[in-house]
């Protein structure tokens, strides 16, 4: 079982930046996360394949935020900039055995998330 755990997250003003990571307890393929509102349905917001190439980000933060990650460390790290109050959320962080199922919601495994908040 692979164990993922998430930091980074906090409070900040709309327009600011905050950066989030997440350290898995071993090699997985790809990587992603995801947020979730109170009351509302978990969203995709980006997914990431073991090379790093070609992430695939949902339209709702393309060109604000950007994943990467580190193999060597098992680290996926997404800086979020240009923030929104709509960016509010629990984000997780999640593997799969493949990139289509990052981006389907078909995870394998995720964190328990980290808290952001984006205040007007």
């Known amino acids: 079982q692979v164990q993922l755990v998430e930091s980074g997250g906090g409070l900040v003003q709309a327009g600011g930046s905050l950066s989030l990571t997440c350290t898995a307890s071993?090699?997985?393929?790809?990587m992603g996360w995801f947020r979730q509102s109170p009351g509302k349905e978990r969203e995709f917001v980006v997914g990431?394949?073991?090379?790093?190439?070609?992430?695939v980000y949902a339209d709702s933060v393309k060109g604000r935020f950007t994943i990467s990650r580190d193999n060597a460390k098992n680290m996926v790290y997404l800086q979020m900039n240009t923030l929104k109050p709509e960016d509010t959320a629990v984000y997780y962080c999640a593997t799969a055995g493949r990139m289509a199922a990052i981006v389907n919601g078909e995870y394998d495994y995720w964190g328990q998330g980290t808290q952001v908040t984006v205040s007007s």
């Open positions: 990431i394949g073991y090379n790093g190439d070609n992430p």
């Open positions: 071993w090699a997985v393929y790809a």
